[in-house]
């Protein structure tokens, strides 16, 4: 089907980037303008911002409660954003939303980010984070039993280098891992994926804006031959989490997230892949609100066993 046309209309009315290089601070503050008060967002009983104490300093959390209980499986959130953009508050509504749909805790992690913040600062505020959760799940109510991570994008890419550093740490907490949309090979090769061609222009991300728009987190330190920072080029993929991979039809990133999960389920772990029509990049966080791109939490929700 083509691009759909809720997103093709909003795509259109969109002005023009400004010229020049990219400006971090500006592209912030404009995402924040359009974020909703807290008093137009998807109620739940509570939200709290907390400080997770990690072995690699203070992380503020934001803390989402989907149902009064006293025990909850808990997810992990890592919002998207190419590393130097994305906050607490920019996703807040996917949160809720994971939250509301599952009926797990969630736990949004507001990692360091480029280029303020060295590699690997956000990916180690993030695997500490997960820690944390383990390690003090008794006060959060923790059920000892799901511990989900999943994140948007470059947040997608987090969650999955999350999962690859606790297996070959030996923390076997971690029991799914959902990816939506993940930039999981940060080498912009055109000729690496069919979908950095098919899907170059006019569906919201393209593919020439990924050097530039990532520019900040490679030269921060990031090697995109590392595994950490591209995690596809990870050699053993067995032992790792089950899997949710999340991509759009339209997006340049397409491929390389279908590929993952196909190396993971080659290596035996149970992967499997949702590809939504008429979707571009970043379809979770811009367009939740067209029915059929709300159900990817329907979706997460009966991933893990919730539904």
Not at 109 to 120: I, K, N, T
Not at 295 to 306: D, K, N, P, Q, S
Request: net charge negative.
């Amino acid at each position: 089907m083509p691009l759909h046309p809720e997103i093709a209309k909003v795509l259109a009315s969109l002005p023009a980037p400004p010229p020049g290089p990219l400006d971090p601070v500006a592209m912030r503050a404009g995402e924040e303008a359009i974020v909703p008060p807290p008093e137009e967002r998807l109620p739940l009983p509570s939200v709290e911002d907390v400080t997770a104490q990690t072995l690699v300093g203070d992380v503020t959390v934001r803390v989402y409660t989907p149902t009064d209980s006293t025990a909850y499986g808990v997810l992990v959130y890592f919002h998207g954003g190419a590393f130097f953009l994305g906050s607490l508050d920019t996703h807040d509504h996917v949160a809720r939303s994971l939250a509301k749909e599952t009926g797990l805790k969630v736990v949004s992690v507001d990692y360091r980010r480029a280029p303020e913040a060295a590699f690997p600062a956000g990916l180690d505020d993030c695997y500490g984070v997960v820690r944390w959760v383990a390690e003090h799940g008794q006060s959060l109510g923790w059920d000892g039993e799901t511990l989900a991570i999943a994140g948007d994008s470059s947040g997608g890419t987090f969650a999955a280098a999350v999962a690859a550093l606790a297996h070959d740490d030996g923390f076997d907490r971690i029991t799914h891992q959902v990816l939506y949309y993940p930039s999981l090979d940060l080498d912009f090769d055109e000729d690496r994926y069919a979908s950095l061609r098919e899907n170059a222009i006019g569906h919201g991300l393209e593919t020439a804006a990924l050097k530039p728009f990532n520019a900040f987190y490679l030269e921060s330190g990031a090697d995109p031959a590392d595994p950490r920072v591209s995690p596809i080029k990870r050699a053993n993929l067995t032992g790792l989490p089950k899997a949710l991979v999340v991509t759009g039809e339209f997006d340049p990133l397409r491929d390389e997230g279908e590929l993952y999960a196909a190396r993971l389920r080659d290596a035996g772990v149970d992967a499997r892949v949702s590809r939504y029509a008429g979707a571009g990049h970043g379809f979770v966080q811009h367009f939740s609100w067209i029915p059929e791109y709300h159900h990817v939490f329907e979706e997460t929700a009966a991933f893990l066993g919730r539904r």
